[in-house]
């Protein structure tokens, strides 16, 4: 319980963050990508969203019919995670070159320490890597996420699918922010999922209260440079010093 505070707590320290004089300046093209892609995000909630339930409902057997006002709204928070998600890989994707800028300025006012990736200059240079990094992870989610999806058409086994995908999601968001700080110190995909899974109670914390802050209008716009800041927080205090774990 205590991890998962902490992990809820970083998010609220990448928000302190956000507003810090230094820092506000990278926090400009993700708060303006974030923007575009969760206002469309909230337009599409509003066309997709039934047709998702329906869909969902309709692999209900005969014989549990009658859990179909029950289910209703478990499938709704499936649906909206489901979208609000798929908004989130596509606005970190846009995103990925500035979010690294903005981990780095976040950990050197953190540490006091500064992190030679480059700086503005180095930013065309590594657009291509950033992509080619939100690429792999993307691979990554959809090996994991079509098996999981599965699971909505399978009858009885349906009902526990939205919580299962709550938990992945939440999973996956750990991964998706915490990736900008640990790629800055060169890490590969590899190392930075084994030090989430050293940590794994206080990585779904951060990933899960990342998630709910993407599904509240408006302030799902504050969602990714809020994220990538905390992400990097967390990599300070709780994950940097964890090389030589094994």
């Known amino acids: 319980m205590k991890n998962n505070l902490y992990g809820m707590h970083n998010l609220f320290e990448g928000l302190r963050l956000i507003r810090q004089p230094g820092l506000r300046r990278y926090v400009a093209v993700p708060l303006l990508v974030s923007t575009v892609f969760f206002t469309a995000a909230i337009f599409g909630l509003s066309h997709w969203l039934e047709v998702l339930i329906d869909l969902l409902l309709g692999y209900l057997p005969a014989w549990l019919d009658w859990l179909r006002y029950l289910l209703w709204p478990v499938f ?96 996956m968001l750990a991964i998706e922010y915490v990736d900008y700080p640990m790629a800055n110190h060169l890490l590969h995909f590899s190392e930075q999922r084994r030090r989430l899974r050293k940590r794994r109670l206080l990585s779904l914390g951060f990933g899960g209260s990342s998630l709910l802050m993407t599904m509240i209008p408006l302030v799902n716009f504050l969602a990714m440079p809020v994220s990538v800041a905390g992400a990097t927080a967390m990599w300070v205090h709780e994950l940097k010093g964890r090389q030589q774990d094994s």
């Open 76 to 171: 709704a928070v499936a649906g909206v995670l489901i979208i609000f998600y798929s908004f989130s890989l596509m606005t970190n994707l846009i995103a990925a070159p500035f979010n690294g800028m903005l981990a780095e300025a976040v950990e050197q006012h953190l540490s006091g320490q500064p992190i030679d990736t480059g700086g503005w200059k180095a930013l065309a240079r590594d657009i291509v890597p950033s992509l080619l990094s939100e690429l792999r992870k993307l691979l990554y989610f959809l090996l994991r996420a079509l098996p999981l999806g599965l699971l909505f058409l399978i009858p009885g086994v349906n009902i526990a699918a939205p919580f299962l995908w709550a938990l992945f999601s939440a999973w």
